[in-house]
């Protein structure tokens, strides 16, 4: 396992994206019974994936993670402190793996920032939330009763800091939206490679999804992973993470 610890933040967003952001990372911990995401078969805390799965969490700076063994997706995670991880079982059964590593820490890089949140939610569902976040008195019902929901779950600080920053509602369009995904999607792939150890078992895992694993540049999503690890970034982070020398 990693010996020292992987802030997400290290690799920012774009300047225009981090408002938004901002304000769903913000609610994001308080979210779960709002968005929750079903786990239809938990796993017992002695379980080593489960064992696993909490050290990368823990590497994160995540509370803890609420593990279930199910689905098709490698690993999936939810909305909420602690988060919900769903990780499908052919990867459960490789805890020591690489390929465990890479699918679980992007998926916790994913539940650490906004990225979850922006797999789980629609556009218009992101839209309907921040109105629900910043608006007092919503016009539409469904926002005022979503509203009613949110500050309910949101401690008093939380609803404070929410309402202090400068979130232009209307302001947020589809193609926003777009990029932040994109933005926070390339973040959980390039720190679930650093988090993985080996870029190689990482860069073929992504073009195994991508349907070009006989060529890893053959996508240049991937071929753009390939530029990051041969970047000082990379081997920065990659020192810090796994040095036995990391606090």
Same mark, same amino acid.
């Given at each position: 396992?990693?010996?020292?610890?992987? #802030?997400?933040? &290290? %690799?920012?967003?774009?300047?225009?994206?981090?408002?938004? !952001?901002?304000?769903?990372?913000?609610?994001?911990?308080?979210?779960?019974?709002?968005?929750?995401?079903?786990?239809?078969?938990?796993?017992?805390?002695?379980?080593?994936? $489960?064992?696993?799965?909490?050290?990368?969490?823990?590497?994160?700076?995540?509370?803890?993670?609420? $593990? +279930?063994?199910?689905?098709?997706?490698?690993?999936?995670?939810?909305?909420? #402190?602690?988060?919900?991880?769903?990780?499908?079982?052919?990867?459960?059964?490789?805890?020591?793996? !690489?390929?465990?590593?890479?699918?679980?820490?992007?998926?916790?890089?994913?539940?650490?920032?906004?990225?979850?949140?922006?797999? =789980?939610?629609? #556009?218009?569902?992101?839209?309907?939330?921040?109105? &629900?976040?910043?608006?007092?008195?919503?016009?539409?019902?469904?926002? &005022?009763?979503?509203?009613?929901? /949110? =500050?309910?779950?949101?401690?008093?600080?939380?609803?404070?800091?929410?309402?202090? %920053?400068?979130?232009? $509602?209307?302001?947020?369009?589809?193609?926003?939206?777009?990029?932040?995904? =994109?933005?926070?999607?390339?973040? !959980? #792939? =390039?720190?679930?490679?650093?988090?993985?150890?080996?870029?190689?078992?990482?860069?073929?895992?992504?073009?195994? /999804?991508?349907?070009?694993?006989?060529?890893?540049?053959?996508?240049?999503?991937?071929?753009?992973?390939?530029?990051? /690890? %041969? +970047?000082?970034?990379?081997?920065?982070?990659?020192?810090?993470?796994?040095?036995?020398?990391?606090?």
């Amino acid at each position: 396992a990693p010996a020292g610890r992987l #802030d997400p933040a &290290a %690799l920012p967003l774009s300047a225009e994206l981090q408002p938004i !952001a901002r304000l769903l990372e913000l609610a994001r911990p308080h979210l779960g019974q709002v968005y929750p995401l079903k786990q239809r078969h938990p796993a017992r805390a002695t379980l080593p994936a $489960v064992i696993a799965a909490q050290r990368l969490a823990s590497t994160l700076g995540l509370t803890g993670v609420l $593990v +279930s063994i199910e689905g098709e997706a490698p690993a999936r995670a939810g909305i909420g #402190d602690p988060a919900p991880l769903q990780i499908a079982a052919r990867v459960a059964a490789r805890p020591e793996s !690489a390929v465990f590593r890479f699918w679980v820490g992007r998926a916790l890089v994913s539940a650490a920032r906004t990225g979850a949140l922006l797999e =789980q939610l629609e #556009d218009d569902e992101l839209a309907r939330l921040v109105e &629900a976040l910043r608006v007092e008195r919503p016009i539409l019902p469904e926002v &005022a009763t979503l509203r009613r929901q /949110v =500050q309910r779950a949101l401690p008093r600080k939380t609803r404070k800091q929410v309402e202090q %920053l400068e979130v232009e $509602v209307g302001r947020v369009t589809a193609a926003r939206w777009t990029q932040l995904r =994109q933005e926070e999607r390339l973040r !959980a #792939d =390039q720190l679930g490679i650093v988090l993985c150890g080996n870029p190689r078992v990482g860069l073929a895992e992504l073009a195994g /999804v991508l349907g070009t694993p006989d060529g890893l540049a053959a996508s240049p999503y991937v071929h753009a992973l390939m530029d990051f /690890v %041969l +970047s000082e970034g990379y081997a920065a982070l990659h020192a810090a993470l796994w040095s036995v020398h990391a606090p």
